[in-house]
């Protein structure tokens, strides 16, 4: 499968717990995103990287978030203490270059209990 | 600010087409785009649009976009049951996808 993988599938972790997801992008897509979707909602975006440059993050990237891409491939999304608002579908997609198309993973479901 | 708006609900006849209709408010949109997400999965591209343009046609998906409304619609011909699933409206305001808004999605079903 040469798409975009997430890893975990599914996470349920205690509410003050640490986590973190894993993002592999379509080979060779130097760009990639970070969204999140609750029920009943679109997909928000969180922030997003050039190779391994951050270049911009969402006001809803709070202190508790922080995501790295330290070779300019893979990239990790880590939420730090978590709490029950965090529970969502953490989606990420990537592209290449400066072109329109975002291809999105399956995402990964956290439940925060 | 930016915004996406779109109906939640729309209900089909299997065969019959389907109008899923969209509203956004940034006339700076560059692209415009729609997703499909079935359940527990994630988005699947399936067509955009450049803001330029008032149509694109791919297979049985119809794209009609009127700027000067900022009005998007997608038509689904000979829907079919694999069509159902939630449709999500976006738009770029930059020259690349490099940060997309979002509507919150019509969830389309089909009757037989």
């Known amino acids: 499968d040469t798409g975009v993988s997430q890893n975990p599938r599914h996470k349920i972790t205690k509410r003050g717990q640490n986590v973190t997801f894993r993002c592999d992008p379509i080979s060779e897509h130097n760009r990639l995103y970070w969204y999140r979707q609750t029920l009943g909602q679109g997909p928000e975006f969180l922030t997003y990287?050039?190779?391994?440059?951050?270049?911009?993050k969402s006001r809803l990237l709070s202190d508790r978030f922080s995501a790295e891409r330290p070779k300019g491939s893979f990239s990790t999304l880590e939420i730090q203490r978590t709490e029950q608002g965090d529970s969502a579908m953490y989606l990420c997609a990537s592209s290449f270059g400066t072109g329109p198309e975002a291809f999105f993973g399956q995402g990964t479901r956290l439940t925060v209990v | 600010g930016e915004d996406v708006e779109q109906s939640l609900f729309l209900s089909v006849r299997e065969g019959d087409s389907s109008v899923i209709n969209c509203t956004y408010t940034d006339s700076s949109s560059t692209y415009l785009y729609w997703y499909k997400q079935e359940p527990g999965a994630g988005l699947q591209l399936l067509t955009y649009?450049?803001?330029?343009?008032d149509m694109k046609q791919d297979q049985r998906l119809t794209v009609l976009l009127n700027k000067k409304d900022k009005h998007l619609s997608l038509r689904i011909a000979d829907t079919q049951t694999g069509d159902s699933a939630i449709y999500f409206c976006a738009e770029s305001i930059d020259s690349s996808a490099s940060k997309i808004i979002f509507g919150s999605g019509t969830r389309l079903s089909i009757r037989p």
């Open positions: 649009i450049f803001s330029n343009m």
């Open positions: 990287f050039q190779n391994e440059a951050q270049l911009e």
